[in-house]
């Protein structure tokens, strides 16, 4: 699949208006299932009450036939509060077959708790490294906590925990284990191939891992399940808001513009599907040397204050670059655990408790669970 069409098939959609809901087709929850596949091929779900004006369909048709790389166009039209009718080819042709049911909303999970998206536009930015550290964070505060690994093609949590056995499935609720380290449940993809085997995999597999690490996994009751995602806005993220319904996402980037700028379009995917964006975490913030008190701004300054004020949210946390943390992040031991009273611990323990505060804000199905 290519990411990029997919991004494009997306902001295509986005600029429709409902002018009965003042709203975009996205955030009017309209589409649903959106996929394009390696070959250009769209396929959705569109939501349209019989309120709604019917020529918002083909509008949708028609702004997606104007992008280059759209091949088959296929649309399922669904009235909320009746029966389905799949529309293909040109407008107006009738829909051959059964009319399918209506997908499912995304699905509560209180059992989960909070659950927390941490995304980044590109790759590098240190994301895992982030979401390891505020995970075990957040349990030596006595919080339940997860770590779902979404990122299908590079999963990085197993090396990130030190953690690489082969999960364990339960023989009466055959459900699948997770695994655990430093008080954090575990799972990820790392875990069930081959460390060599290359993940290539189109968007409905990727889907049905992300739904089956959500639904066979016996989680138990958590108070946060972190996911993290692959850089970009692809399959996976997706995938996950329309599985399950996802409390709020975390931004990481570092302070120069190349990542700040990428790092703006996946939180804008989020705003998109209305997903609420928490915060933003600046990685590799400058290092201050303990000896003689000089600032190095490696990655430049002030990226993500920038991003942050951009799109109205706070900016969470900036973690300063430190010596040997990618090597000790190498050997999975996390810097929470390896040098914790060490500049980029403690700025990770604060950003584990501005993260908490904020997603206090966001309704869950679960009160958070302590002890």
Not at 46 to 52: I, K, V
Not at 69 to 77: F, Q, R
Not at 265 to 272: L, N, S, T
């Amino acid at each position: 699949m290519s990411e990029t069409l997919q991004a494009r098939v997306m902001a295509a959609l986005g600029r429709i208006q409902n002018p009965r809901l003042e709203n975009d087709l996205f955030s009017a929850g309209m589409i649903r299932d959106l996929a394009v596949d390696a070959d250009g091929r769209v396929t959705f779900t569109f939501l349209l009450s019989r309120e709604d004006p019917a020529t918002l369909v083909r509008q949708a048709r028609a702004a997606l036939r104007e992008l280059d790389g759209v091949g088959e166009i296929k649309i399922n039209v669904v009235d909320p509060a009746g029966p389905a009718q799949a529309t293909h080819g040109p407008p107006g042709a009738p829909a051959p077959g059964h009319a399918p049911v209506a997908p499912p909303a995304p699905q509560e999970q209180p059992e989960l708790g909070r659950i927390i998206a941490v995304s980044s536009g590109k790759g590098g930015v240190g994301k895992s490294t982030v979401t390891t550290n505020l995970a075990i964070a957040l349990a030596t505060q006595g919080l339940r906590v997860g770590v779902m690994d979404g990122d299908i093609y590079g999963p990085n949590i197993p090396r990130m925990f030190g953690v690489f056995e082969r999960p364990p499935v339960d023989r009466e609720t055959h459900k699948i284990q997770p695994l655990q380290a430093y008080g954090v449940k575990l799972m990820s993809l790392g875990f069930l191939v081959e460390r060599d085997a290359p993940a290539i995999w189109r968007g409905p597999i990727i889907m049905k891992v992300v739904n089956q690490f959500l639904r066979d996994v016996d989680w138990g009751r958590l108070d946060y399940l972190l996911v993290d995602l692959p850089p970009g806005t692809g399959d996976a993220q997706l995938s996950l808001v329309q599985a399950t319904h996802v409390s709020g996402a975390v931004i990481v980037t570092t302070p120069q513009e190349m990542a700040v700028g990428d790092a703006l379009r996946g939180a804008k995917m989020f705003e998109r599907v209305n997903v609420p964006v928490l915060g933003v975490v600046e990685n590799m913030a400058a290092y201050t040397d303990p000896v003689t008190g000089a600032k190095l701004e490696l990655f430049s300054s002030g990226g993500g204050r920038r991003l942050a004020d951009e799109l109205g949210v706070p900016l969470l946390g900036s973690v300063p670059l430190q010596p040997r943390l990618a090597e000790q992040a190498d050997r999975g031991q996390p810097v929470l655990v390896s040098e914790p009273q060490s500049p980029a611990a403690q700025a990770l323990r604060a950003l584990a408790d501005a993260l908490h505060a904020k997603a206090d804000d966001q309704p869950a199905s679960l009160p958070i669970l302590r002890g």
